[in-house]
């Protein structure tokens, strides 16, 4: 969920990371005109890298279809999230206040209290810009 749009990951292009032949994280994301949204990041190996690597290839695949902007939405409760994505050049752009409330009519299965006892309410977005590849016209 994000936004209050339900998504179905499946029929998402992703990324797949493998360490030593091992799948060790998966990303999925979906592009709409010039802006890209991270819908999924799963990691199995913290701190080997495959998050930042996912993160890349997703911003790479974006840009080459022309995205100017990667985005994702997180929750409030969220905060490895929110310190692994800021370090890696994100921007918090928003906060959607009591947006998971909306999202938990649609889905459910959304817990009203989320990681380290915080309860689950806002949906926090955060962007990173991409700029064009050195190659592409007009890239400076």
């Known amino acids: 969920m994000s936004r209050g749009v339900a998504h179905d990951t499946t029929a998402l292009p992703g990324v797949i990371a493998l360490l030593d032949g091992e799948r060790a994280g998966v990303a999925t994301y979906r592009i709409d005109g010039r802006e890209c949204e991270l819908v999924t ?5 913290g701190g080997a890298g495959v998050g930042t690597a996912l993160v890349d290839a997703v911003a790479e695949a974006a840009r080459a279809e022309g995205a100017e902007r990667l985005w994702l939405i997180t929750t409030n409760d969220n905060l490895r999230a929110l310190r692994f ?7 918090l752009v928003a906060v959607h206040r009591d947006a998971v409330a909306h999202s ?24 990173l810009p991409l700029p064009p590849p050195p190659d592409a016209p007009g890239a400076g």
Do not use: N, T, W
């Not at 990041?41 to 190996?45: A, G, K, Q």
């Open 104 to 127: 938990r009519a649609l889905k459910p299965s959304i817990p009203e209290v989320g990681l380290d006892g915080i309860p689950i309410r806002h949906e926090l977005e955060l962007e």
């Open 85 to 91: 994505y800021q370090r890696s050049g994100f921007d």
């Open 41 to 45: 990041l799963d990691s199995v190996r």
